[in-house]
């Protein structure tokens, strides 16, 4: 298939649009969509992006004024230190300079993430299904003993001794499913 734009080099992307029930197709090359903006193509010349749409999400601050005595004196840029990128010209872009900047802004990304996850920060990491089962006993067994130690320390001993038969319970389990698959 021939890219409808400049209707010379191949089609490598190809986008389907449903409004009312009526489809239309849109198949470009890489060029073109680079040079026009792929979205601006989808959404019929908008300028829209995935840059500008998490620079929209990010944007929280200018929707909602919150007149407070400190907003009143000169505001510090809150920039990365690595990369030297502000705030600002990451609400612009929607991507970050490097990995420093999740650390840099992470007081301003955390509650957008919140939103936008459903309460989660952390990413947690996709498991297979085929050994998710032991995968997540492992897990289970690793935040136990994070707790017993906590209990511990806090001379909760009734509730460690709790923890710690909940801890050989589950590694009991693993060790017969691995006896078992053997």
């Given amino acids: 298939m021939v890219c409808q734009e400049c ?14 029930g ?9 060029h073109c969509a680079q040079e026009k903006g792929s979205m601006a193509m989808f959404t ?30 000169p505001r510090k840029v809150l920039q ?20 420093e900047c999740y650390d840099t802004f992470s007081d301003k990304i955390n509650p957008i993430l919140k939103r936008l996850h459903s309460g989660n ?5 996709k498991i297979p299904k085929r050994i998710g089962g ?10 136990l003993k994070q707790e017993l130690q906590e209990l511990i320390q806090q001379e909760e001993f ?10 050989r319970e589950l590694e009991k389990r693993l060790s017969e499913k691995r006896e078992g698959e053997q």
């Fill in 80 to 99: 990365c230190e690595r990369c030297k990128m502000t705030f600002q010209q990451f609400t612009k872009v929607g991507r970050f300079g490097c990995f």
């Fill in 158 to 167: 009734e509730s460690a001794a709790n923890t710690r038969d909940r801890i």
């Fill in 121 to 125: 920060t952390m990413h947690g990491g």
């Fill in 22 to 30: 009526e489809k239309s197709e849109i198949h470009i090359c890489e």
């Fill in 44 to 73: 019929g010349g908008s300028g829209f992006s995935i840059n500008n749409l998490i620079a929209g999400l990010l944007n929280t601050e200018q929707a909602m004024p919150n007149p407070k005595q400190e907003d009143l004196e």
């Fill in 134 to 143: 032991s995968m997540h006993v492992r897990k289970e067994i690793e935040s």
């Fill in 7 to 20: 209707n010379e080099r191949p089609a490598t992307l190809h986008f389907t649009k449903i409004i009312n």
